[in-house]
């Protein structure tokens, strides 16, 4: 199968407008066309953030990039978490206030 020898998902450098005060940003490269974001890249993003200090954390989607990012090519898309800690609920917009402003996680995004 050609699909099957595709990477898995894995942890690279945050997009260069990470803010430096705040809960911890971590980012994952992926190929979107094959990836399951609950199943591949969730898990890495939660040990990401327990690596960042954020044990048990809930993740708050931040932003999604597919050019100018450090991925390799065979997965070129970066998507970027806020680590919130556990009994923050993401979905309240606490990810939303604790992340930067320029992403409402529509996937529209002038800067990509």
């Known amino acids: 199968m050609l699909l099957g020898g595709c990477p898995a998902p894995g942890p690279t450098g945050n997009p260069l407008d990470t803010p430096l005060e705040g809960p ?14 609950a199943g591949e890249i969730e898990p890495v993003a939660r040990t990401a953030c327990a690596d960042a200090g954020v044990a048990d954390a809930t993740l708050g989607y931040w932003k999604r990039t597919a050019i100018l990012n450090d991925c390799p090519l065979l997965k070129k898309s970066r998507i970027a978490y806020v ?4 009994g923050d609920d993401a979905s309240d917009g ?3 206030s ?15």
């Open 94 to 96: 606490a990810a939303e």
């Open 24 to 37: 911890p940003v971590v980012s994952v490269c992926y190929a979107p066309l094959v990836t399951d974001r």
């Open 83 to 86: 680590c919130l800690p556990a």
């Open 98 to 112: 604790a992340a930067p402003a320029g992403d409402d996680g529509s996937g529209n995004h002038e800067a990509d």
